[in-house]
Nanobody
Framework: QGPFVESGGDLVQAGGSLRLSCEAS?????????????VAWYRQAPGQQREVIAT???????NYAGAVEGRFTISRASLARTLYLQMTNLKPEDTAVYLC????????WGKGTLVTVSS
């Protein structure tokens, strides 16, 4: 088990919304070091490679993959080691295991959280 624990996945209907959370371990990060780290949300659909879908850097700059831009919002708590992903207008093709990690450092992956979107 790596330093990130994801939660919030669920079964939702197309058009619905979910908010995912990612807690970073206090044994790996302080609040300051977490805020200084560029972190990202990834997802892996069945039979597909893992892909990065959203990143946020130490300045709060955000980047999104084209498939989720305008529907998903990445953010992090100001005083905690928590990363969020607000997902709206979900589509069946968003069905995947969602994971978080540092964008540029190599930490062991967590188990992720499963999002299933029904049509």
């Amino acid at each position: 088990q790596g330093p990130f624990v994801e939660s919030g996945g669920d079964l939702v209907q197309a058009g619905g919304s979910l908010r995912l959370s990612c807690e970073a371990s206090g044994s790996t990060f302080t609040t300051s070091s977490f805020r200084a780290t560029t972190v990202a949300w990834y997802r892996q659909a069945p039979g597909q490679q893992r892909e990065v879908i959203a990143t946020i850097d130490s300045s709060g700059r955000k980047n999104y993959a084209g498939a989720v831009e305008g529907r998903f919002t990445i953010s992090r708590a100001s005083l905690a080691r928590t990363l969020y992903l607000q997902m709206t207008n979900l589509k069946p093709e968003d069905t995947a295991v969602y994971l978080c990690n540092s964008r540029w450092q190599s930490f062991t992956w967590g188990k992720g959280t499963l999002v299933t979107v029904s049509s």
